[in-house]
């Protein structure tokens, strides 16, 4: 079946330091949706990418869809304890399927 | 606007039981989407109701059910548990539809079976 992996699984940074988190799917995406979820809490909706090849940013945090509309990356600038968490991407196939990544849990050093 | 509700918070069960998880959405919107999180599988979809209907559906078997009432509150059903069916259960409403809007997620019902 369908699949979207999500790398990596952990990263540990340093406060400051850059993140980024990877999404590759299996099959082509009507569009990709990203969440983060805080320990204990709840996923919270980031944002969603359509078009191929969009770019989007929020303050430090940069979103890109491929060009294929396969793979995604969320790109976080000089990380803040208030970053700790894990990332999900979720893919919606051609059929309305959403397939969620496994995530990237995301700790930060201080 | 008050956020998703879900009702309870933690539920303990024991298997060959069934238990029913109900989940409010944010007023106004329509459409009420369930999922399944556990440390193992990770999130995955169960079902979609839109208008009391069931829109789309994710590969779990026939022990999950669902349904929607006509003011968007939804129920969500497991029959015969088993142990793997431990897992926090979230639900998340959007306004129209859950794989293109934006998705709210409540805070989730904690199911342990034993």
């Known amino acids: 079946g369908q699949q979207v992996m999500q790398i990596p699984q952990y990263q540990h940074v340093q406060e400051g330091e850059d993140f980024t988190t990877y999404c590759n799917s299996s099959?082509?995406?009507?569009?990709i949706q990203w969440y983060k979820q805080r320990p204990g809490g709840h996923p919270v909706f980031l944002i969603q990418l359509v078009k191929s090849g969009e770019v989007k940013k929020q303050k430090r945090l940069t979103f890109q869809f491929g060009e294929a509309k396969k793979n995604s990356s969320l790109h976080i600038t000089a990380t803040q304890t208030t970053d700790v968490g894990t990332y999900f991407c979720?893919?919606?196939?051609?059929?309305?399927?959403?397939?969620f990544g496994k995530g990237t849990r995301l700790h930060i050093l201080p | 606007k008050a956020g998703v509700t879900q009702t309870p918070r933690y539920l303990i069960k024991t298997r060959g039981q069934q238990v029913t998880l109900s989940c409010s959405p944010i007023?106004?919107?329509?459409?009420v989407s369930w999922y399944q999180q556990t440390p193992g599988q990770g999130l995955q979809f169960l079902f979609e109701y839109f208008s009391e209907t069931q829109r789309n559906k994710g590969n779990f078997p026939g022990r999950f059910s669902g349904r929607q009432f006509s003011n968007s509150r939804s129920e969500m059903n497991v029959s015969t548990l088993e142990l793997g069916d431990s897992a926090l259960y979230l639900c998340?409403?959007?306004?129209?539809?859950?794989?293109?809007?934006?998705?709210?997620f409540g805070p989730g019902t904690r199911l342990t079976v034993l």
């Open positions: 099959t082509t995406l009507s569009n």
């Open positions: 979720a893919g919606v196939n051609r059929d309305d399927k959403i397939i």
């Open positions: 998340a409403s959007s306004p129209v539809r859950g794989i293109t809007d934006t998705q709210y």
């Open positions: 007023s106004g919107h329509r459409s």
